[in-house]
């Protein structure tokens, strides 16, 4: 399935709107700053939260803690910031997932360990305008796949566009 993720310009706590293939919001991303990070939250269409994003600003690093609702395990996400002209490291945890792709150019992809793709996400310009396109494999896969994608269209990428995966 896809899905089209889109910044919000509209005034209010909305930071991005995700739109399905027939450009009907399917979910839109809330949030609010913290004195530590900021809190994020995905909702759907009737306003039902269906994930929290809790974001870290760490001395070297930006953490994202999601929560999806009706899951038990919690997904960990963690970018080093560049120092002196360091590649900055991207690590996930609570899936079996490996990122694969060019994060500075917004085109990635997450594969499990067996190889098969469980999402891709790449910069898309369209009816929509300018927006990310985030093709979902499966659909239990969908609110994880598009909280990640939040958090890493919500990071500022550092210096140098690949990013190596610390496992």
Request: proline letters at 4%; one cysteine or more.
């Amino acid at each position: 399935m896809k899905r089209y993720v889109k910044q919000s310009v509209e005034e209010g706590s909305s930071r991005f709107v995700i739109l399905d293939e027939q450009g009907k919001e399917s979910y839109r991303v809330t949030g609010r700053f913290t004195t530590a990070g900021s809190l994020l939250f995905l909702e759907d269409a009737l306003e039902q939260t269906k994930a929290k994003i809790r974001q870290t600003n760490l001395l070297l690093a930006v953490r994202y803690a999601i929560s999806v609702t009706g899951r038990s395990k919690s997904i960990f996400l963690t970018q080093s910031l560049p120092v002196a002209g360091a590649t900055p490291i991207l690590h996930l945890s609570g899936v079996d997932w490996r990122f694969r792709g060019d994060l500075l150019q917004q085109n990635f992809d997450f594969v499990q360990v067996d190889g098969s793709l469980v999402f891709s996400h790449c910069k898309r310009w369209g009816e929509w305008g300018d927006c990310y396109e985030v093709n979902i494999e499966l659909p239990q896969w969908e609110i994880p796949s598009l909280c990640v994608s939040i958090c890493l269209d919500n990071m500022v990428p550092g210096t140098g566009g690949v990013v190596p995966v610390a496992n």
